[in-house]
């Protein structure tokens, strides 16, 4: 097996970013929420404003994995932070090393783009996951849960009479 590489994405990595986001949609069992399209994955990624960055990990020219994330803002520490949307190997090849290489390049990236804090959300059944996260020194908060609004009920929220 060749030794793979991360780098950051470019536009000719959408395709491959975008069928393994599809992939992780069906590990996750929420192919149902996914109506990402590959324009609107280029759009964020490399569109006049983007909202996001993504590493990929190549092997053998193969886009093999990827890391999609964004710069949040902490209040406390007054300071940028990094948050990792997606991190995602293909099943063949977790256990080889990928998903730590990709972490360590986000954590240089905070490091060099001086972020008070790298974080991320974890599934609470995906306990592989959980497991390697924490191998890597991660701590999973027990205190936070997530909080979001969508769809129709975003739309009330937004159109709500004062």
Partial sequence: ???ASIRAATPAD???VFALMYELA?????????????SSLHDALFGARPAAEALVAEQAGEVV???????NFSTF???RGLYLEDLYVRPALRGSG???KLLKKLAALAVERQC????WSVLDWNQNAIDFYEKMGATVLPDWRVVRVTGDSLNR????AD
Avoid: D, I, P
């Fill in 77 to 79: 520490l007054a300071k």
């Fill in 65 to 71: 994995g990827y890391a999609l994330f964004f710069h």
């Fill in 157 to 160: 929220l937004a159109n709500a």
């Fill in 14 to 16: 959408v395709g491959a």
């Fill in 116 to 119: 008070g804090r790298f974080e």
């Fill in 26 to 38: 069906e590990f996750e069992k929420l192919t149902h929420l996914f109506v990402a399209t590959e």
């Fill in 1 to 3: 097996m060749s030794a």
């Fill in 98 to 100: 990928l998903g730590t």
